[in-house]
């Protein structure tokens, strides 16, 4: 005699019993990496702000000891960078002024252009 194997159907209320547990359990670990995550943005907000003040002290002693002392190359480069911004100014007027003026000479030619008529071509030998 073999004996009968029962099946086993799950009840409803054990099925959704299941699924709550599924549910409760990733809610807790969702909870769990939440935290964890929020704890590292904190340490990272932390450091930055760390970082730029050893940023702002560095500036600071930086410009203490540079002071107001150039050198001499410094100050030749300083007055080239002035003078090649002065040309590039006298450029840039030039520029414009070359671009408004011819504006009405070559509508002007353009109209002389347009008034030549072809000759006809002389007739064939």
Not at 9 to 16: A, E, G, I, R
Not at 45 to 60: D, P, R, V
Not at 95 to 124: A, C, G, W, Y
């Amino acid at each position: 005699m073999s004996a009968k194997k029962k099946s086993v159907k799950n009840k409803p209320s054990t099925v959704k019993n299941d699924k709550d547990d599924l549910l409760m359990q990733n809610f807790i670990s969702l909870q769990k990496v939440l935290t964890n995550l929020a704890v590292r943005v904190d340490s990272l907000t932390n450091q930055t702000a760390k970082l730029l003040s050893l940023f702002e002290i560095s500036a600071k002693s930086f410009a203490q000891k540079q002071g107001s002392s150039i050198n001499r190359d410094d100050k030749e480069f300083l007055e080239k960078l002035d003078r090649l911004i002065e040309q590039n100014k006298l450029i840039a007027k030039g520029i414009t002024l070359m671009e408004s003026k011819p504006k009405t000479n070559m509508q002007e030619e353009i109209v002389k252009k347009t008034d030549f008529k072809p000759r006809p071509f002389p007739p064939r030998i």
